[in-house]
């Protein structure tokens, strides 16, 4: 046994593995011309509300689906099968976020070249989700008006990986005295040019810009999508 | 709290380069953590102890060098270190930088081993 040590060169990403299958789903989604966004907020900002509405305006011209990351129940699958789309419950167990290999299993038996948009919610969580890549097209993150217009500042690692920030419960704004414009300010300031919704899936104020944009990156995603 | 489901992905990737290079023991396990990572380095410490224990890393040191947040200033057009992760702007001229060149990293970057 020789006593000193050796120093080898390893140079691995430690979620190489992850980042392996999502790579592999997102070329999947591109393949089937369906566009992947993912949802993270922290708990009770709204992200069952808004992904039920958005899944109930979207179905009359387009087939969407979702799949919901919790930690126990499966409440938001029930919730969301009002809206009459397939929804998939992945329950995680003790684990705090979704990752890609959750989500691949998760799409055993679902056909993606029949869908036009697939939804993950991923579990209510500002930190832990921002390390874990699922393939997704688009990352959306959500804060509502009632959490205080620090939320940016406070989880500048998670707005950061996002692509779009949406401001929720907008009908609660007035009540809950939000400043949309200082919520705005430190959006930008931990991802600056990032796109900015304001709506309210209760009143529907706001969804339809949201709607056009959704539908906007699908038409330029599934234009590059193999045929 | 993923830290430790991390730190026992370190513990798994240094146990299969450990075995590949025909070692029986590791003493200690370079990594780069990058501001962005989402990783928060004290936690990620104590889940590694957790996560060394009976294996073939009881014992061992992870050496964590933390990888600064730095982003290309188009105005200046330079790399540039920001300042604070609350605020991606460039610390000279003050544009805003949303291209981040490094700082997400995550890498086991060497192992230090025994025959």
Redesign the interface.
Same mark, same amino acid.
């Given at each position: 046994m020789s006593a000193e040590p050796r120093l080898v060169e390893v140079r691995k990403n430690v979620l190489k593995q992850n980042d392996v299958v999502a790579r592999a789903l997102r070329e999947r989604f591109r393949e089937a011309g369906v566009l992947a966004v993912s949802l993270v907020s922290s708990p009770g900002s709204g992200k069952t509300a808004f992904l039920e509405k958005t899944l109930t305006l979207l179905q009359p011209r387009y087939k969407v689906a979702a799949l919901v990351g919790d930690l126990a129940t499966d409440n938001d699958a029930a919730r969301l099968a009002r809206s009459h789309a397939p929804v998939k419950q992945i329950i995680t167990g003790t684990v705090c976020h979704l990752e890609a290999a959750m989500v691949q299993n998760a799409l055993d038996g679902w056909n993606l070249r029949q869908m036009d948009f697939l939804f993950i919610e991923n579990v209510g969580n500002l930190v832990c989700p921002s390390s874990y890549d699922l393939g997704e097209d688009l990352r959306f993150v959500l804060l509502s008006v009632t959490e205080g217009e620090d939320k940016p500042l406070k989880y500048p690692t998670i707005f950061n990986s996002a692509d779009v920030a949406v401001i929720t419960k907008s009908d609660l704004a007035t009540a809950a005295e939000f400043d949309e414009a200082a919520a705005r300010r430190n959006i930008q300031a931990v991802r600056p040019g990032m796109e900015v919704f304001k709506l309210s899936a209760k009143t529907a104020e706001g969804m339809q810009e949201y709607l056009e944009f959704l539908e906007s990156k699908r038409m330029r995603s599934s234009s590059t999508a193999a045929v | 709290?993923?830290e430790l489901?991390?730190a026992m992905?370190?513990v798994e990737?240094?146990q299969e380069?450990a075995e590949r290079?025909g070692?029986a023991q590791v003493?200690?396990v370079h /990594?780069r953590l990058g501001l /962005?990572?989402?990783?928060v380095k004290e936690a990620l410490l104590s889940s590694y102890e957790m996560a060394c224990e009976a294996t073939c890393l009881q014992g061992s040191r992870l050496l964590i060098e933390e990888v600064p947040v730095e982003v290309f200033c188009p105005k200046c057009e330079v790399p540039r270190l920001v300042n604070s992760?609350?605020?991606?702007?460039c610390p000279e001229c003050g544009t805003?930088?949303?291209k981040?060149l490094r700082g997400k990293e995550?890498?086991?970057?060497? /192992?230090?081993?025994?025959?």
């Open positions: - | 709290m993923h489901s991390i992905s370190i990737m240094a380069e290079r070692s003493q200690a /990594l /962005l990572s989402g990783v992760i609350q605020w991606f702007c805003a930088t949303p981040v995550l890498e086991v970057v060497a /192992l230090e081993i025994r025959e």
